[in-house]
């Protein structure tokens, strides 16, 4: 559905632009005494009407289908973005592709989110000679917040913050979703597979009137080209010829502007004339140059080498032949290369180059290069063994088993531990650093490796996460409460979040939509780690704040189970458990 919408909103914003264009030609045209209607704008006028239309009844269907009750989770940033965004279009209605900045509060007296647009739609506003205070524009945006039911109260500080306090009872009911469903994670994207129709619609956006006229130019100079291939030799001198016509000839603007209007119809006959184009336009890509056969790609200062002089071929040669398999054969949706930041020059040019062709469009494909930096020894050098040679991930494995082993036994947990939970929680720890380790850190930047920090069971490690993951897990079973009892309590008892603690809590559980959209978005795995240190540590907070379990002191009898504090901590457990599982790492239950 909200692919539907998408794509339907970009053709009613080009279906605008091509409006005021013919609206601006029309009173020049009578400017110049020639009252003459133009029936293109007509016909666009009449397509938009019906587009908008549209448009209002999928967006009031996608809104209805959003109200219904669903087991997965939500991403409350982008619902929020959605109720501001429209707050935003219905108070500045003119404005194209405002600012629209929702973020999480960094402090509690400033709400749990803030809408950070105004200084934007202000500067924006300033620029078009219209002088408004950001703190004004602010107000205006408040105004107009549609009802929804997320917002308890908004309130505005400074130049023109917009501090967003959320409703209790509404983070109280998706902690509930998540403890009676599970991590039901929301959909983070479509499948779309790409076809003509969707290039189309993506192309046109960026030419639009150019290809209008080298259209009816090619109409008038090879009217037989749905036949007979039309020989069109230099693509720049045939533009220069239509754009020369277009200037001079009133009769030949017409039909360009008629030929845009049946190409945003898929008119076959125009379709087919638009493809003979973009043929023609690739054909001159390839330049030789001292027996060479290369490209040069625009903003990129090194071509591309397709065939050396002595007929070979290069890395260029087979990235971009595995690219076009990908896009052409395999119709990948998405295209992720994990390759070290020392390529990050030839694959931009690779990427470039793809595009240029017409290979893919990124904004319906994408194709990233997710690059990553070295990893250094202790002496911040390139991580080898003391001979100089290159670390085996075997010898790495062992050597991680053996120092998780001796960590165990130091703090005594061989004692009380089975040698089955033993080995497992050795593994468990071995795997589980080295992978943190690496993920943790942000992959642009290089690190150092060292077996001691990432065994150290405080501070940002695996080593840490894992004791408190299996603490956490221990406080129901302490307490006698098993797994159906936390069911059942799950949908019968409201999760009170009266205590500062358990509030800051209950919105740290529920951004995890959040964190998972924003990895897809910048491939950066490190923003997931320092989200699951960040509940860890809030956990903590909570409780050493809030008694879960009431015990008498002298006899350690359990006197009382505050079960709405015990859902927390089984829903704290749950979120780190799939966090862990989209890491590859695996935790115990006893350690």
């Known amino acids: 559905m909200d692919g539907v919408v998408s794509e339907c909103s970009a053709r009613l914003l080009q279906q605008e632009k091509e409006i005021k264009s013919l609206t601006a030609e029309i009173d020049w045209l009578k400017n110049c005494s020639c009252l003459e209607a133009s ?65 999480p509060s960094q402090q509690p007296k400033f ?25 004004e524009i602010a107000e205006n945006i408040t105004k ?16 023109g913050f917009i501090n967003v306090h959320l409703r209790k009872d509404f983070v109280s009911e998706q902690l509930t979703n998540l403890l009676v469903n599970g991590v039901q994670l929301p959909a983070l994207g479509e499948n779309k597979k ?54 001079t000839e009133e009769e030949f603007k017409k039909r360009a502007y008629q030929c845009v209007v ?23 890509f390839v330049q030789v140059d001292d027996g060479r056969k290369i490209v040069f790609v625009p903003g990129c200062s090194v071509p591309l080498t397709i065939v050396k002089s002595d007929g070979g071929y290069t890395y260029d040669t087979s990235d971009l032949a595995a690219l076009k398999q990908r896009l052409f054969e395999e119709k990948a949706d998405m295209i992720i290369y994990v390759v070290d930041n020392g390529q990050s020059v030839h694959f931009q040019t690779v990427f470039a180059a793809a595009q240029m062709i017409g290979w893919y469009n990124p904004s319906v494909t994408r194709v990233s290069h997710a690059g990553f930096g070295v990893v250094l020894g202790e002496d911040k050098k390139k991580f080898k063994t003391r001979s100089g040679e290159t670390v085996r991930l075997i010898d790495l ?20 531990l089975t040698s089955e939970e033993l080995k497992a ?90 964190i998972l959209q924003k990895i897809l978005d910048d491939l950066l795995l ?32 359990v006197l009382k189970v505050n079960m709405w504090r015990m859902l927390l901590c089984e829903a704290v457990a749950a979120v780190m458990a799939k966090g862990f599982d989209i890491l590859g790492i695996k935790p115990v239950q006893r350690m």
């Open 397 to 416: 494995l062992e050597e991680g088993l053996k120092r998780s082993m001796d960590k165990l036994k130091e703090k005594e947990r061989d004692k009380v």
């Open 194 to 247: 790409i076809t003509v129709e969707n290039e189309i619609l993506n192309h046109i956006g960026d030419w639009g009137t150019q290809f209008g006229m080298l259209i009816a130019h090619l109409q008038d100079k090879f009217p037989d080209y749905l036949t007979v291939s039309p020989p069109i030799g230099d693509l720049q001198a045939f533009y220069k010829e239509s754009k020369k016509r277009f200037d």
């Open 39 to 103: 029936p293109d704008l007509e016909q666009l006028r009449e397509e938009n009407f019906k587009l908008k239309y549209r448009l209002n009844i999928l967006q009031r269907s996608l809104q209805a289908e959003r109200n219904k009750p669903t087991k997965n989770m939500i991403n409350i940033n982008s619902r929020l973005q959605e109720v501001f965004g429209y707050a935003i279009k219905a108070a500045y209605p003119d404005l194209e592709n405002p600012p629209l900045i929702v973020t």
């Open 111 to 135: 709400g749990d989110y803030q809408c950070n647009s105004a200084m934007g739609i202000s500067q924006i506003l300033k620029a078009k000679e219209q002088k408004v205070n950001p703190r």
């Open 144 to 159: 107009h917040l549609p009802d929804n039911e997320y917002i308890e109260k908004v309130e505005i500080a400074g130049p």
């Open 425 to 514: 929680a050795q593994t468990s720890v071995a795997y589980g650093c080295i992978k943190y380790a690496d993920l943790s850190h942000n992959r642009l930047n290089d690190y150092i490796f060292s077996f001691d920090k990432m065994l150290d069971d405080r501070g940002n490690t695996a080593a840490y996460l894992l004791y408190a993951f299996t603490r956490i897990r221990s406080i129901a079973r302490l307490a006698n409460i098993d797994e159906e009892m936390l069911q059942k309590a799950a949908q019968e008892t409201k999760i009170i979040l009266d205590h500062e603690k358990e509030w800051k809590l209950g919105r740290c559980i529920l951004r995890f939509p959040e």
């Open 262 to 284: 049946l190409l945003q119809s898929k008119n076959p006959d125009i379709i087919k004339a638009w493809k003979l184009i973009c043929d023609v336009s690739r054909q001159g």
């Open 526 to 557: 490190h923003t997931l780690c320092d989200y699951i240190y960040e509940l860890a540590t809030t956990f903590t907070e909570f409780y050493d704040s809030c008694y879960c379990v009431e015990k008498d002191r002298q006899t350690g009898k």
